[in-house]
């Protein structure tokens, strides 16, 4: 999941700055993790903690996202989940918002096939976004993963994803067609971040395209950025950039859930 976490942090510093170009310095100091790294790590914490069949990962990752979010009050959430997170009974709220989509590829890289992503996927995002489009856009990123780790070309998860999403939108187009920050929905950003994915020619390309198209920015690059580690890799030196921005305790689940998820694919 660090391909999400170093999308969400090159992003972070133009999310309300947007820029309409791919020519960028890729990390620099005013780059810092966001929610999204935040509930990306809730949400590989809640899949550890759950029992062997998942059968408590909703009530699980419930627990991960207050116990880890509430460390971090002021990173960017939206109004109604910091009203979920401190809630002492919190429940669903029929959101479609992006944050379903971005915080999901633990699932992807954590489930052994499609079937158990989909299964997965329903169970972390329900607790929050049950809106259909807020399930759906989850569904996505974390099917779309899982293909990749299988070595399933791009043709065949652009043919997948276009179950979930017109995709005849281009990078190009949407740069043209840039209307900046706020439209921070699954319906707009999932299908954003996934052209930048099929047309990328690696990692970083796919994260500059996401950068390049302005809008939530963090957020599409996250969601893009989990697609693209489990197609391309990421390259050791921004890997290992982005651990460094993290705290100890965010960095330990990061390494956890790498060893956890590594074991349980047997790899």
Partial sequence: MIGALLGDIVGSRFEFRNILSKDFEFITGECEFTDDTVMTCAVAQGLMDSREDFSDLSEKTVAAMQRIGRKYPNCGYGARFIHWMFSNDPQPYNSCGNGSAMRISPVGFAARDVEEAKRLSAAVTRVTHDHPEGMKGA?????????????????EIRAAMEEYYDLSTTVDAYRTEWQGHGREICQVSVPQALACFFEGRDYEDVIRSCISIGGDSDTIAAIAGGIAEAFYGVPEEYAAAAEAMLDKRLLKVLHDFQSWSHARAGR
């Fill in 139 to 155: 569904e996505a990123v974390a099917v779309a993963i899982v293909m990749a780790r299988q070595g399933r070309t791009k043709a």
